[in-house]
């Protein structure tokens, strides 16, 4: 279908098959049904505003995307979409420090704001793993999480105010300047998370948080997962908050072995990094070390910033040496804290069962897991019952199918179990408030 | 108006003009238009659908209501409406010290749920001013702040799901039992602030927190407002997160004084209580006093809970010494923080242009303001004047009519004003699908 009708008015856009090729994929490997009709590259709110009215007045979808490194198929877009591309709206309009907040174009990369913020002593708090190439337009269409997320709470904790495009076209914006504040209905929680479903993310109020005046690193090895998650668990109930607990799983160890020749996997079946921040960093994690002790096999603690980057360089080899091996499914189960341990096994017997190889990560502080599925490591109606039975895991322990990554189009076939049906009707209905034409994103997310 | 057709089937109910005279009314000093019809006293959660099911067939007003604390006229009910009583609602289901969640039921008093949580070594960290004898069901409906939120958060970080009887009688459970989740829409946080007027909450899974291993006080007094703010935002940007910052103009150490014959105002125009907690507290403390010195005119720490507890007391004593001066309406602005000392003086500047006697105390660690006008120090045109002039600064500088007691019926005049009519309009087009009938506290919040 053609849009001379649209593009006449706009700045930027393409037709080009090798750019729609480009902007019709995300990372999480879905295959769209075909090439999208067209892509707009948004250059101010006007255009986000006039695409978005000319689709709704056609019925014509609109997939909105920022740097397209969600994994769960947000935004991705078939045949017959306009693909809206906001990552050209990347201006950080003001940081003021004395309110500790940022106010910021949707297509700003999530680094590059707290690079920013950092020459004012600040940072942005929410570092999703992909913070050097996302967008904070995606970070919150998906509310994405973080490594730092254990003490610094999510991207939802971070956004006070959003201006949204809605799905006629109408700018709206919700929230606030202040901390705190009840005027009205929390319209910012509801449009982040929500995947560019009820609205186009076009600008955002967020809050920022001082540097921390000094950060604490431990590395530990641990015989099992359950002792390293007995030892996370213990001293969050001491009221230890640690900035930063990732655990890695044998598998992983080994992969990561495999890539650089180390001798991880010798040193423990578990890794445990561990970090604390603030201005009692150090004897926060004197008295985290107390507590692993009796139950590590061996503890590594450090102020040295050097020592520290090699004992966080070991998390991050984590995924690109898992993808190594080929194609990855990243999902992002979460469960209750007491059910961490559990889910680790658990996932260890879907793998064996199934014959699928699966590597564990997890933000372990706050029960979120990542089993990393190897695509091609088995049958794909065996790597799709592993998944499902990840999945049905996750609920049967009260937990959730997607931490921080989204629902995308990936886990939507989950949902009404997660959900059940009233609450799911309740979603279209709310969609219905908001894209009454029911063209932003269709597809995703609910 | 009868209701045989619904008390037939319900446990407790009343419609004794002083039991109904009773429930009409919260603490905001609103007068009702006249009596309701009858009071339901919930004994269980179909008790409160049938209500509700009966009254949108019949197209009558529902007021929930918890314990009747709140500030802001939301329990208010008049001719025509049945107040929902769900202060029998009042079990703790659930805690689960692993996991630091807990499960209750609206009617649960906030401090009992503290209490509760203390013999497992945790807390809920949400602690309003009322938490002795309010609801956490109002607690929800309001998302109250506290004390504590400036290091802990509001109600709505700790809440992780709900259960909420829609407009039509139907139960819906939003949420989850994981500290992250991003499966559809944030259907917990629209609930929670919404002042029961798109569900009534009946249910609500808690995160916990563990109590803290040590706290420090300081009490500093200030020769002005802006440096008892200079000292409160340096402390911050250095990373400092104190538990409680409380700020008390003048005016109300003069009315302490008066009501307990002390010499607080002998000492200085501003007094702020400060604490830290944690395993670094006192040395957290040390660092905030090193901020405070030299911009205050006199600075007390203390790790002793006895001086600590007058330190406290001071605050504590602020709202029933100014009570003692007559009737109060309680403001609740909220600023950003680099407007607050500037918004202490408007307030001053305000009260000496209407004649009204307006005391501020404030959680100045957040921004929020409590401007306490004496109702019966100026005819009622200046007092009105006077609030208005106080909205009318917070909205100029960015801020909102409420940081954290809510809407109701007392500052829907002005919801517009900071709202907008688009997102106004959103609201309503929201409500429409929760409540369809428009029976669910109709004429609050929105």
Redesign the interface.
Known sequence: MSHAGLTRALKAWSTDPAELARVSVDRSGTVPDGLPDLVVFARDVDDVRRTVSYAAARGVPVVPRGAGSGVAGGAVAGAGAIVLDLSGLDRIAEI??????AVVEPGVVTADLDAAAAAH?LRYAPDPASAAFSTIGGNIA??A?GLR?VKY??T??AVLAVDAV?GDG?????G????????????T??L???EGT?GVIVGATLRL?????ATATAGAFFATAEDAVAAV?AL??????PSTAELLDRATLVAIDQAQGGDLHTRGQVFLLLQTD???AE??LA?AERVLRPLATSVETTTDPVVADRLVATRRAALPAVERHGRVLIEDI?????QIAGTVAAVERIAASTGVRIFVFA?VG???LHPIVLAGSAPPEQVDLAVAAVFEHALSV??????????GTL?RPW?AA???D???D??R??KA??DPAGILNPGK??
Chains 1, 2 share one sequence.
């Open positions: 003021r420090p004395d309110d500790a907040i002593g998906t509310n999480g997320c709470g999510v939802r904790d809605l109408t700018l709206v914006r919700t606030r300047r202040t901390v705190k504040g009840v005027t009205g209905y929390d319209l929680g509801l982040v998370g929500s009820l948080s001082p540097l921390p005046a668990t969050q109930r001491r009221g230890l908050r603030g201005h009692g004897a926060e008295e979460a469960v209750p804290r007491s933000h706050d029960g979120n009260g937990g959730t199918l997607t931490g921080e990554h989204g629902v886990k949902l997660e959900l059940g009233p609450v799911l309740l979603h209905r709310i408030v908001f997310a609910i």
